[in-house]
C-alpha cells in the first residue's frame, strides 16, 4: 500500500536525518577528520535520495483527488513530518557548511577545539546507510571538493522545499498529530538512559553486545559446572 | 527559511573565537588534563586556575580583567563547566571545564526569530522530548513550562518530533560512552546559552539596530545595482553641508556651559526634585504662566531670542516691551503666522485673508514693515494660499525683531527689574530620621555623585551641596 511505503521512506529519511545531525555535532572538534567528513557526504546524499523519493510519492497521493478523508488526514500528517525533515536537514547542512568552513582540514591548517571527544563515527554513518558496518579511507583533500558539493545541496534542497511549499497546498493547522505530549514516554524501545550527564552507570538491558557477552559467559560456566560435576562423579 | 545570508557576524564573537582558536594551539595553548568518570577517561579537561593563567600571560592584562574574560567565553558557551553545567562562570580555582564548538552562523538570532526559522523551535522542542525520555518524565521548572508551551505550538507536527527524538538518541547510542557523555554535556550548554532559564540574562540579545539596514550587510555579488548605489550614496554625500569641527565643538562647549546650571540633572533643581521628596513646589514655581517667575527662568530669557519667545511668559513680558516701543505689530504679526503653520487645514483660507486684512494690506490696522521684494513674494504667494505661504515674511519679521527690539529689551530697564525681582526658591529641608548621620540631598544630581553611593534607600545621594551653586 502506498501509505506503509510512504511511511517506510520517512522513517528511513527520519533515521538519515537524525544520524547526519549527530555527526554534524562533531564536525571541528577533536574528533574531526577526512574520514568524518565522507562518513558526512555519505549520510547527506543518502538523506537527500530518501528525500527526493518520499516527496515524489507523498506528491503523488495527495494529488489524487479520489482519496478518501480519512486517507487524505493520514497523507497530511506525513507531508508535515515530512516538510519539518527537510526543514532540519537544511539547517544542519548550512551548519555543517559554516563549520566545514571555519575548520579546514587542508593547509592551512586552523587547530581543532579540543572537545574530548575521541572516538570515531564509523558506527552512526553505518546507521544512516542501513549498513552493517562502514569501512573506508578517505582521500588527504577530500574536504575542499566537497565544500562546493555541499553548496549546491545545500540550494538542492532549498529548492525543493520551496517547490514543495508551492505545488502542494496543506494547511498545517489543520493536521493534527497522532503523539500527544509525553508519547515518547509510552514506547519501550527508546527510553532507556543514554548519556545521562550525571555518572551513573546503568547496566541498561539494552546493550546488545554486553547481553551477547553475558550469554557466553553464561555457557562457558555451565559448561565449566557440568565438567566439575562429570569429574566429580567420575572420581 | 527563505533565501538571504545571515547577517554580519557579530564582532564580538569572532573575536572570542580567535581567542579559542589560540587556546587550542598544541604547543602554546592552555594545557590539557583528562577527566576520570570510574572506568571512562576523558580527554581535554581544562582547569579555570589554567584558564586564567593562560589568559594573563598571553595578552598581558591583570588576573581581574582575564577572569572576566574567561567568564564571557563560558556565558556564550565556548566553554563549558563539568561539574555544574547550570552555573556558567568561570571559577579561578581547579574547576574542570572543557571546549566546544560554537557555530558563529547560528549565535546571529536577531536576524532569524522563531517566524523565519521554524527549525529553531523544533530543534528546541526536540532536545526538551530527548531530555524527556532520558528523565522518565521528570522534567521540572522552565524546561517543562517550555515544553508544554512547544506542544500547543507546533502540535502539527509532533510526530516528527517525538520520531526525531528517538532516532537521535538511538544515532547517539553508536558512540563509545565518553563521546556520548561529551555531546550530552555540549548539547545542554548549547540550549542553556541559547534558551537561558528565568532570571538569566540572554547573552545573545541585542539591543535595536540603529543604523541603517544596510550596514553590515555581506555583499554577495558587485553587480551593477551595488554600484548604482554606492554611487548615489557618494552623490548624496557630496551635497552634505560640512561645518569643521573646530566651530562645532566651540558651540557645543559654549552651549553646554551656558546650559549647565539650569539642567536639573547636571545641576540639580531648588527647591528639590518632585520625584525624590514628593514636592511639587518645583512645578507650581515654573508653572507657564506665573507672576513671579524664578530667577533662572529670567537669566534664559537672556540666552537666546528663540528661547524667550519659547516661554509664553518671557513672550508676554517681550510684547508689554514692544507696546511702549510701538512696535507691537511685529510679534503679532509673527504669532498669527503660527497659528496658521499649526492650525487647522480648514481654516488656513479665512485665516490667510485675515492676517492679510490685518498686517499686510495698504493702510491696514497693524501694518508690519516688510521689504519690498518679500512683500511681492508673499502677494504671489496670497493668490494660492496654503499653509506656509507667509513664511518669508514671518522669517523676515523675526530676524528684524531679533536683530533690533530682541538687544534693546535685554538692555532695557524692565528686564533689569524682572531680574532684580525674580526669586532663588530656597532649598528644602528634608526631614530624616534623628538617627541619620548625613543629610540627604533633597535635589540630587546623579552627575555627581560619588562612584560607591551607600545602600539606604532613603538617602538617595551623599553628594556635595550643589543647591547654592544654582544661581
Known sequence: ?235 | MAGGRPGAQMPHLSKMERVVVSMQDPDQGVEMRNQRLRITVIPHTVAGSDVVDWLVQKYCISEEEALHLGTLLVLHGYLYPLRRPRSLVLRPDDTPYRFQVRCNWEQTPYFWTSTLWPAAELDYAIYLTKKNIRKQGALVGHEKEHYDQLHRKISHTWDLVVMQAREQLRAAKQRRKGDRLVIACQEQTYWLVNRPPPGVPSVLEQGPERSSCTAGRVQMTKNTEFYKREMERYRKALTRARVKSSVCLEAYLKFSSQHAPHDPIMSGCLPSNPWVTDDDTYWTMNAPSVTVPTKLRVERWGFSFQELLEDPLGRAHFMDFLRTEFSAENLSFWEACEELRHGGQAQVHAMVDAVYQQFLAPGAACWVNIDSRTMERTLEGLQQPHRYVLDDAQLHIYMLMKKDSYSRFLKSAAYKDLLAQAVIPPEAKRRVFPFMRKLPHSSPSPALLPASTSGEPVAAASGPECGDGGT
Not at chain 1, 507523498?58 to 489524487?64: E, F, K, Q, Y
Not at chain 1, 550525571?198 to 557477552?213: W, Y
Open chain 1, 1 to 235: 500500500m502506498a501509505r506503509e511505503e510512504c511511511k517506510a521512506l520517512l522513517d528511513a529519511l527520519n533515521k538519515a536525518i537524525a544520524c547526519y545531525h549527530h555527526l554534524v555535532l562533531t564536525v571541528g572538534g577533536s574528533a574531526d577528520s577526512q574520514n568524518l567528513r565522507e562518513e558526512l557526504q555519505k549520510t547527506r546524499q543518502k538523506a537527500q535520495e530518501l528525500a527526493v523519493a518520499t516527496r515524489a510519492q507523498l506528491t503523488a497521493a495527495l494529488r489524487d483527488r479520489g482519496l478518501g478523508a480519512e486517507e487524505r488526514a493520514e497523507f497530511e500528517r506525513l507531508w508535515v513530518a515530512f516538510s519539518g525533515c527537510l526543514d532540519l536537514l537544511e539547517a544542519d547542512m548550512r551548519r555543517a557548511l559554516a563549520l566545514s568552513t571555519a575548520f579546514p582540514l587542508h593547509a592551512p591548517r586552523r587547530p581543532l577545539v579540543r572537545t574530548g571527544v575521541a572516538g570515531g563515527a564509523a558506527g552512526v554513518a553505518a546507521r544512516a546507510l542501513s549498513a552493517r558496518s562502514l569501512r573506508h579511507e578517505a582521500e588527504g583533500d577530500f574536504d575542499v571538493d566537497d565544500l562546493r558539493e555541499q553548496e549546491c545541496e545545500i540550494l538542492q534542497v532549498s529548492e525543493m522545499i520551496h517547490d514543495m511549499e508551492m505545488k502542494v497546498n496543506v494547511p498545517r493547522w489543520t493536521v493534527q498529530a497522532r503523539q500527544t505530549a509525553g508519547a515518547e514516554l509510552l514506547s519501550s524501545a527508546g527510553a532507556c538512559s543514554v548519556g545521562a550527564v550525571s555518572v551513573q552507570e546503568r547496566t541498561g538491558p539494552c546493550d546488545p553486545s554486553k547481553a551477547l557477552a553475558a550469554t557466553v559467559f553464561s555457557a562457558v560456566l555451565l559448561a565449566a559446572v557440568a565438567l566439575a560435576v562429570c569429574v566429580a562423579k567420575l572420581s
